[in-house]
């Protein structure tokens, strides 16, 4: 069961909110039509972050009087999963996009830590301006080899670094509309990237060797 239901609530029955409610979730409705579910849900788990440091002070002073209405051990820089896919409606695909990669240091949900797009079959999250180094291990339960890519959206030229990779690259030029990285390959249990702008990072997941196992 989720801890909690957040959005506008619009394509949920009222069968479906009754049966969640009795069985204890929280359901939070948020109305601005300015943003998308997703957009709800991460300003919900924001919020929980100040409340639990919020809660955290309070109690030190022998105050007891504010709770969360889900149960909370969040604290300021927590990562989010976000559990989802990209092959359904287009508008809501590019919008799961644009969250990944939105960055306002004034948001409300600044507190936030990373966020992983988690699709069925590979994981999507943006690499800041520098020197990383990414875990790949593969086989079964792991990653695939293939499909790494690596892709700059704000317009921007970004120089890439990597080692790690089949197709190395050094201060190689990629720009959203004139060329980006694509269908390269793991070589190692780990990928080093430098890279001079934000970009996004994918990695596919050996779901094949995993359904094997599990079945």
Known sequence: ???AICGDLDSVSTQV???YESKGVHIHF???QDSTDLDKCLHYISNLINIAGATESLSAEGNEHLHSPVPNSLT???SVAIFGSLGGRADQALALL???YKLDPEES???LGDL???LPDS???VLEKGRHVILTPVGPGCFDPHGVGIVPLDGHPVFVTSRGLKYEMTNWKAEFGVRISTSNSIVGNSVELETTGRVIFTLCFNISATAETTS
Do not use: C, E, K, V
């Open 98 to 100: 644009h969250r990944l």
């Open 109 to 111: 949900t600044s507190n």
């Open 30 to 32: 948020d109305s601005d």
């Open 76 to 78: 300021r820089g927590t």
């Open 123 to 125: 994981i999507i999250f």
């Open 1 to 3: 069961m989720p801890a």
């Open 17 to 19: 909110r009754a049966y």
């Open 116 to 118: 992983y797009l988690i």
